[in-house]
């Protein structure tokens, strides 16, 4: 199953930068997915939770020559509203500009996750992620609207704290174990208030994305997450905009046996910088919950 998934993504790449098919690639993306799903789901009882989470980001890609740029991100998610934490997210990258509609990134992650929910892990622990990325960006040309796409790619390996219980059912610290997970995002940027994505537009954000577990330390699922959003934003400029909406986000445990359904209201505050002081329009970047 993983050669068939790795195949399909790489047949996906391969038919955006040769063909130009966006449907296409879009549509094996789709049965990717569905397939991963499937496949996930077809196995003995399973045990699910539902969550009502709150998520905000502050996203910034920063212009630091003509080619390269300065990636900073922070995620702040909440569980049961706002009650308690789920997990705090710090990423940041050096992005490379290969040209206006291709993008190297790649960087270092600190998540700490949380005990939240009907099926918590045993105690908080922190994940030291590195990271890469490939980001590819065309644009959809209809009768009256310009839909810009963006196909995103992103490999990482993950070094994740374990805990157990002692004889007296405290948790203690055990080894580190390492994982890798490859991501793929088709997302669609739909201007609302304008015929393209310009300033002072309102715009649709729908997007998709699946992450899927490979290598060694992946126990019984190979699919890992699915994330499903839809938000509504306002482009003020180029460099800014904000976007709130809609997370539905499908979480496989490792067990093979637990799933979290996870209803998640957004907010995005996208901003970025060009410190070369020349002050250029740079690319649109949707910066929607990375």
Not at 10 to 36: D, E, T, Y
Not at 87 to 104: A, E, W
Not at 134 to 140: E, H, Q
Not at 146 to 152: K, N, T
Request: hydrophobic residues 40%; aromatic residues 14%.
């Amino acid at each position: 199953m993983l050669i068939l998934i790795s195949l399909l993504l790489i047949i996906n790449l391969i038919s955006f930068i040769w063909l130009g098919k966006v449907f296409k690639s879009c549509f094996i993306f789709l049965f990717c997915a569905i397939q991963i799903l499937i496949t996930s789901s077809s196995n003995a009882q399973k045990e699910y939770a539902n969550h009502q989470h709150v998520w905000g980001t502050y996203l910034g890609n920063h212009k630091l020559t003509k080619k390269f740029g300065l990636h900073t991100e922070y995620q702040w998610r909440r569980e049961e509203w706002f009650q308690n934490w789920q997990q705090s997210l710090m990423r940041i990258g050096i992005d490379y500009n290969v040209n206006s509609n291709l993008s190297i990134t790649a960087g270092y992650g600190w998540i700490v996750t949380f005990p939240y929910g009907e099926q918590p892990v045993l105690n908080q622990f922190n994940e030291h992620r590195i990271w890469q990325q490939l980001n590819l960006k065309s644009k959809i040309e209809l009768t009256k609207k310009v839909i810009d796409v963006q196909h995103r790619y992103r490999l990482e390996q993950r070094f994740l704290e374990t805990y157990h219980l002692n004889s007296v059912d405290a948790p203690v610290r055990g080894e580190t174990i390492f994982r890798q997970r490859v991501r793929y995002r088709a997302l669609f940027l739909i201007p609302m208030s304008k015929n393209t994505m310009e300033d002072n537009t309102l715009f649709l954000n729908i997007n998709n994305e699946v992450f899927i577990g490979f290598g060694k330390g992946i126990e019984k699922n190979v699919l890992d997450q699915n994330r499903f959003n839809i938000a509504l934003g306002w482009r003020f400029t180029s460099n800014f905009n904000l976007q709130f909406g809609y997370l539905n986000q499908y979480v496989l445990k490792v067990d093979g046996v637990k799933i979290e359904r996870n209803h998640t209201l957004l907010s995005s505050l996208v901003y970025n910088i060009d410190i070369t002081g020349k002050n250029k329009k740079r690319p649109d970047k949707a910066g929607l919950f990375n």
